[in-house]
T-cell receptor, first 113, second 115 residues
Framework: EAQVTQNPRYLITVTGKKLTVTCSQNMNHEYMSWYRQDPGLGLRQIYYSMNVEVTDKGDVPEGYKVSRKEKRNFPLILESPSPNQTSLYFC????????????FGPGTRLTVT | AQSVSQHNHHVILSEAASLELGCNYSYGGTVNLFWYVQYPGQHLQLLLKYFSGDPLVKGIKGFEAEFIKSKFSFNLRKPSVQWSDTAEYFCAVTLPGSSASKIIFGSGTRLSIRP
């Protein structure tokens, strides 16, 4: 089954404690992206990757890092989480020429206290 | 900067009512337009898309959208909503050329249907 998986689905953590949210896709997609969803703000892109070892900033990259060492994985790293990073995070993937038709993961709800 | 505006943040309708959700974008050139739907507790799914051709686009579940270039709009419509249409709806735009890797989402419209 074609899918995008994210782990964990729910996470409560404290300010400053490094965390990683994993994202994996099994569709051999070149393009992968991270979004955060906040009430009244819709989805905002954090980072995206056009292929292995190619990443670029989205609209709200501050406080986040990503890596793309393998085609199927695109982890999101928060080196020092802060309460304003409490949000719902979505990973998505697509073929490079079909970023319009991204497959979204189930979401990770992160709470930073 | 390019942006997508959805002016209706929350829409409440009764079953069988007609629906129209507004979407406006700010970009003077060629765009690709999309509507995504997010049902409660689920991830986003593509509802319909417009690249070119007939400006009236039909999507899944009886939804349609009309691209009006002169108004920079891509409003979503459904003649008769059902309780199962309760969801959040996002309009999105991608730009051609070097910006094609970037998809810009609107802030979303929450649709609540009274049974």
């Amino acid at each position: 089954e074609a899918q995008v998986t994210q782990n964990p689905r729910y996470l409560i953590t404290v300010t400053g404690k490094k965390l990683t949210v994993t994202c994996s896709q099994n569709m051999n997609h070149e393009y992968m992206s991270w979004y955060r969803q906040d009430p009244g703000l819709g989805l905002r892109q954090i980072y995206y990757s056009m292929n292995v070892e190619v990443t670029d900033k989205g609209d709200v990259p501050e406080g986040y890092k990503v890596s793309r060492k393998e085609k199927r994985n695109f982890p999101l790293i928060l080196e020092s989480p802060s309460p304003n990073q409490t949000s719902l995070y979505f990973c998505a993937s697509s073929h490079w020429d079909r970023v319009n038709e991204q497959y979204f993961g189930p979401g990770t709800r992160l709470t930073v206290t | 900067a390019q942006s997508v505006s959805q002016h209706n943040h929350h829409v409440i309708l009764s079953e069988a009512a007609s629906l129209e959700l507004g979407c406006n974008y700010s970009y003077g050139g060629t765009v690709n337009l999309f509507w995504y739907v997010q049902y409660p507790g689920q991830h986003l799914q593509l509802l319909l898309k417009y690249f070119s051709g007939d400006p009236l686009v039909k999507g899944i579940k009886g939804f349609e959208a009309e691209f009006i270039k002169s108004k920079f709009s891509f409003n979503l419509r459904k003649p008769s909503v059902q309780w199962s249409d309760t969801a959040e709806y996002f309009c999105a735009v991608t730009l051609p050329g070097s910006s094609a890797s970037k998809i810009i989402f609107g802030s979303g419209t929450r649709l609540s249907i009274r049974p």
